[in-house]
């Protein structure tokens, strides 16, 4: 692990230095020219929420899963990358996460709640493993822990629930014990690849709020991926819209949802059923994402896109348009804004 | 069989002991198992005449109140044979699939874990092994090793290596895919935890399914080697020895070539009827 000398004079928080920030991370698998994750930047603060939105198979999980640093290295290439995680710098190209980060200061949860437990454990060992992986309490201080953490989760009767195994609880309840177990060190970042898609809506709601509680009470940073516009509503401070591994828009999630600039954003949109307005057939985004081994040249959404002409050859920079509000596109500013509905 | 079910949980363990104990031929085996596991524990308390004493006035006897199981070609009484054989053959089935466990229960998640060359150069190894039939094998290390129980035990353990080797590995590629594996690392637990807390545990229920049908075959081949001469030594009786002697006189003592064939028999039907009996149990296919 190499750490930057220089280290960041105003740590998280406290200053304006956001808590974690990715610049010009690319990632490729071995064996294909083209990045699968190609130059992301994105950026979270303290108490914020970043969710990362896009159509299945954009890079969205395969870039969290990176940053954790779970992906087997000899399967991908990072050619560049540098992150800035609580005023440490890591240059991504040459080292993965130190263990001690991970479930320490940086955790994550998973999608499928069914199947992201041991079966053959109870649900308190497990998190008191977590604690005791990063602190030097004894076994009996981690279960006072771990018990505390799932009473914070709002499981009922966690007494209880400690001795029980996975098979025994709900998926509702499993995902508040992922929570748990990701939370009981009290990171500063967590990440939610898709926390809320295995489950039913009502649970979805609960599992938000919780997300949304903890993040009040502790401070954390979130990065939520997702690809539920719903979800990003609720809770998203900033959105990054991604395609075929790019950013193509980012903004704060007012600008994202009522001045969409870029036309896969506004595909996006359109493609969400609304309850006001006059009844009309939800419109799609034509096609699918292309694959690694076709990817166009120039601005990845070209083959998709209605709007696109000549100069779209040319791959488009992520341009300023307002504040904080950022796209990719040749178009960008729309001359006017686009009603969608 | 899938591999996400608990193998250790309370509830799981009596929901597999319930399906175990309303399967009947389960029920059936275990039951032969244990009779035979009682008689070879108990064979030194056993009001029975020592094995390897001889008795030139009652030479190849036919069954009496005297020799329940009759007597063979030096007058040794059968009975006790067979009882004192049985700890042979069930020693001989349990120690070589222990062997076998050992080198390949941890090969097989180094393979299927780490894959690249440990994993290239395991398989290979394990095909090449596969390639022998396992008799041939265990006859052609045993007869290497130099001919005793010992040495029989080892030769078997080694042939019966490669089926686990396999076996562990196909479920470890199979576990390491599981969420929980991430999760796992995902809180920064170290790899030599995540094998013994997440990988070993899950992979175990096929493992212990194919132990117990190795067994069978394992007390198979050791009849083999003492048939052949190349386990259990005389005078220390065993059932395959007490077989080849008996060869000889199938006509004149048939009795002393019918008990170790019904004795190995039905050991052998036994462990294949529990393993059958733990597979449907462990399967959690049908709640």
Same mark, same amino acid.
């Given at each position: 692990?190499?750490?930057?000398?220089?280290?960041?004079?105003?740590?998280?928080?406290?200053?304006?230095?956001? @808590?974690?920030?990715?610049?010009?991370?690319?990632?490729?698998?071995?064996?294909?020219?083209?990045?699968?994750?190609?130059? @992301?930047?994105?950026?979270?603060?303290?108490?914020?929420?970043?969710?990362?939105?896009?159509?299945?198979?954009?890079?969205?999980?395969?870039?969290?899963?990176?940053?954790?640093?779970?992906?087997?290295?000899?399967?991908?290439?990072?050619?560049?990358?540098?992150?800035?995680?609580?005023?440490?710098?890591?240059?991504?190209?040459?080292?993965?996460? &130190?263990?001690?980060?991970?479930? /320490?200061?940086?955790?994550?949860?998973?999608?499928?709640?069914?199947?992201?437990?041991?079966?053959?454990?109870?649900?308190?060992?497990?998190?008191?493993? %977590?604690?005791?992986?990063?602190?030097?309490?004894?076994?009996?201080?981690?279960?006072?822990?771990?018990?505390?953490?799932?009473?914070?989760?709002?499981?009922?009767?966690?007494?209880?629930?400690?001795?029980?195994?996975? *098979?025994?609880?709900?998926?509702?309840?499993?995902?508040?014990?992922?929570?748990?177990?990701?939370? =009981?060190?009290?990171?500063?970042?967590?990440?939610?690849?898709?926390?809320?898609?295995?489950?039913?809506?009502?649970?979805?709601?609960?599992?938000?709020?919780?997300?949304?509680?903890?993040?009040?009470?502790?401070? $954390?940073?979130?990065?939520?991926?997702?690809?539920?516009? +719903?979800?990003?509503?609720?809770?998203?401070?900033?959105?990054?819209?991604?395609?075929?591994?790019?950013?193509?828009?980012?903004?704060?999630?007012?600008?994202?949802? &009522?001045?969409?600039?870029?036309?896969?954003?506004?595909?996006? $949109?359109?493609?969400?059923?609304?309850?006001?307005?006059?009844? %009309?057939?939800?419109?799609?985004? !034509?096609?699918?994402?292309?694959?690694?081994?076709?990817?166009?040249?120039?601005?990845?959404?070209?083959?998709?896109?209605?709007?696109?002409?000549?100069?779209?050859?040319?791959?488009?920079?992520?341009?300023?348009?307002?504040?904080?509000?950022?796209?990719?596109? *040749?178009?960008?500013?729309?001359?006017?804004?686009?009603?969608?509905? | 069989?899938?591999?996400?079910?608990?193998?250790?949980?309370?509830?799981?363990?009596?929901?597999?002991?319930?399906?175990?104990?309303?399967?009947?031929?389960?029920?059936?085996?275990?039951?032969?198992?244990?009779?035979?596991?009682?008689?070879?524990?108990?064979? !030194?308390?056993? !009001?029975?005449?020592?094995?390897?004493?001889?008795?030139?006035?009652?030479?190849?006897?036919?069954?009496?109140?005297?020799?329940?199981?009759?007597?063979?070609?030096?007058?040794?009484?059968?009975?006790?044979?067979?009882?004192?054989?049985?700890? #042979?053959?069930? @020693?001989?089935?349990?120690?070589?699939?222990?062997?076998?466990?050992?080198?390949?229960?941890?090969? +097989?998640?180094?393979?299927?874990?780490?894959?690249?060359?440990?994993?290239?150069?395991?398989?290979?190894?394990?095909?090449?092994?596969?390639?022998?039939?396992?008799?041939?094998?265990?006859?052609?290390?045993?007869?290497?090793?130099?001919?005793?129980?010992?040495?029989?035990?080892?030769?078997? +353990?080694?042939?019966?290596?490669?089926?686990?080797?396999?076996?562990?590995?196909?479920?470890?590629?199979?576990?390491?895919?599981?969420?929980?594996? &991430?999760?796992?690392? #995902?809180? +920064?637990?170290?790899?030599?935890?995540?094998?013994?807390?997440?990988?070993?545990? /899950?992979?175990?229920?096929?493992?212990?399914?194919?132990?117990?049908?190795?067994?069978?075959?394992?007390?198979? %081949?050791?009849?083999?080697?003492?048939?052949?001469?190349?386990?259990?030594?005389?005078?220390?009786?065993?059932?395959?020895?007490?077989? /080849?002697?008996?060869?000889?006189?199938?006509?004149?003592?048939?009795?002393?070539?019918?008990?170790?064939?019904?004795?190995?028999?039905?050991? =052998?039907?036994?462990?294949?009827?529990?393993? &059958?009996?733990?597979?449907?149990?462990?399967? !959690?296919?049908? *709640?």
């Amino acid at each position: 692990m190499e750490f930057s000398t220089k280290m960041h004079e105003k740590t998280d928080g406290t200053g304006t230095d956001p @808590l974690l920030r990715i610049e010009d991370f690319s990632l490729r698998f071995q064996g294909h020219d083209v990045c699968v994750v190609d130059e @992301l930047n994105i950026s979270v603060s303290a108490g914020e929420t970043l969710c990362i939105v896009g159509e299945s198979g954009c890079g969205k999980s395969v870039s969290a899963m990176a940053l954790m640093g779970l992906l087997p290295k000899d399967v991908i290439d990072i050619p560049d990358g540098e992150m800035w995680f609580e005023g440490q710098s890591f240059d991504l190209t040459t080292s993965t996460l &130190d263990a001690h980060l991970r479930g /320490n200061r940086m955790a994550m949860i998973f999608q499928e709640p069914m199947t992201s437990l041991n079966p053959s454990f109870r649900i308190g060992d497990q998190i008191s493993e %977590a604690v005791r992986r990063h602190t030097d309490s004894t076994k009996s201080e981690a279960r006072v822990r771990a018990l505390e953490m799932l009473h914070r989760v709002g499981i009922t009767a966690p007494q209880q629930r400690m001795r029980e195994y996975p *098979h025994q609880l709900s998926g509702g309840m499993r995902q508040r014990v992922m929570i748990a177990m990701a939370l =009981v060190n009290d990171p500063s970042l967590l990440i939610a690849d898709e926390p809320t898609t295995a489950l039913d809506v009502t649970i979805q709601a609960q599992i938000l709020n919780l997300i949304r509680d903890l993040q009040d009470q502790t401070g $954390m940073g979130t990065i939520l991926i997702t690809h539920d516009l +719903g979800v990003v509503a609720e809770i998203a401070t900033t959105v990054a819209v991604m395609y075929a591994g790019q950013i193509v828009e980012s903004g704060r999630v007012a600008d994202i949802f &009522d001045d969409p600039q870029h036309p896969y954003t506004l595909g996006l $949109m359109s493609s969400v059923p609304r309850l006001s307005g006059p009844r %009309a057939r939800l419109t799609t985004v !034509p096609g699918v994402v292309p694959t690694i081994a076709n990817m166009p040249k120039g601005c990845r959404f070209r083959s998709r896109c209605p709007f696109a002409s000549e100069q779209c050859a040319v791959r488009p920079a992520l341009i300023d348009i307002g504040k904080a509000h950022q796209v990719a596109c *040749h178009h960008a500013p729309l001359e006017q804004v686009v009603s969608v509905q | 069989m899938s591999v996400s079910e608990p193998a250790i949980s309370h509830r799981a363990e009596n929901r597999v002991w319930k399906k175990f104990r309303y399967h009947r031929s389960a029920m059936l085996g275990g039951i032969l198992v244990v009779f035979f596991i009682l008689i070879a524990l108990t064979a !030194p308390l056993l !009001p029975i005449p020592d094995p390897a004493a001889t008795d030139w006035g009652a030479v190849r006897k036919a069954p009496s109140a005297a020799h329940w199981l009759g007597t063979d070609e030096i007058g040794r009484d059968v009975l006790s044979r067979m009882i004192w054989g049985a700890q #042979a053959s069930l @020693l001989a089935g349990v120690v070589s699939v222990a062997i076998a466990l050992l080198l390949g229960v941890p090969l +097989g998640i180094i393979a299927g874990y780490f894959g690249g060359w440990s994993d290239a150069a395991i398989s290979r190894c394990t095909e090449a092994l596969l390639a022998a039939p396992f008799l041939i094998l265990a006859i052609a290390l045993a007869a290497f090793l130099g001919p005793s129980l010992t040495n029989a035990m080892i030769a078997i +353990g080694i042939s019966a290596t490669p089926i686990f080797i396999r076996l562990t590995r196909g479920q470890v590629l199979s576990v390491k895919a599981e969420d929980y594996v &991430d999760s796992a690392r #995902a809180i +920064g637990l170290s790899t030599p935890k995540i094998l013994v807390r997440y990988i070993f545990p /899950n992979i175990l229920p096929p493992v212990l399914v194919q132990a117990t049908l190795t067994i069978a075959t394992a007390i198979i %081949a050791e009849a083999s080697l003492s048939f052949l001469g190349l386990g259990q030594q005389p005078p220390d009786p065993s059932w395959g020895s007490m077989l /080849n002697t008996a060869k000889n006189f199938l006509n004149q003592a048939p009795w002393m070539a019918l008990w170790p064939g019904i004795a190995i028999f039905l050991v =052998v039907l036994g462990f294949n009827l529990l393993g &059958d009996g733990l597979r449907d149990a462990l399967d !959690p296919r049908e *709640h």
